[in-house]
Nanobody, 123 residues
């Protein structure tokens, strides 16, 4: 099973940017970024498949970009124009072996998870 490790979280002011990275021990067809705020369910933020198809939750469209470097087995999430509501623990995960499942971004469909990296956005 693929091992995942996130990095790049931190504290920024609203309007700032952060770039999250996720180093994987191997490749996966589908990779995703999820986030979880205290007291809330884990939310699928973005996903990408091996072909580069991407999906985003509506609240981050136009602000976040998911990308991957297949040669390095590394997943990225570029987050711009950050808002306080983006605050949470961010996780990368390896997911379903078909695109429709990958695009749904349901946490229960993803089979491998990193330990998470904290993102805090202050107003």
């Amino acid at each position: 099973q693929v091992q995942l490790a996130e990095s790049g979280g931190g504290s920024v002011q609203a309007g700032g940017s952060l770039r999250l990275s996720c180093a994987a021990s191997g490749s996966a067809y589908c990779m995703g970024w999820f986030r979880q705020a205290p007291g809330k369910e884990r939310e699928g933020v973005a996903s990408i498949n091996r072909s580069g198809q991407t999906t985003y939750v509506e609240s981050v469209k136009g602000r976040f970009t998911i990308s991957q470097d297949s040669a390095k087995n590394t997943l990225y999430l570029q987050m711009n124009s950050l808002k306080p509501e983006d605050t949470g623990m961010y996780y990368c995960a390896a997911g379903p072996l078909f695109w429709s499942g990958c695009a749904r971004r349901r946490a229960g469909d993803y089979y491998a998870w990193g330990q998470g990296t904290q993102v805090t956005v202050s107003s």
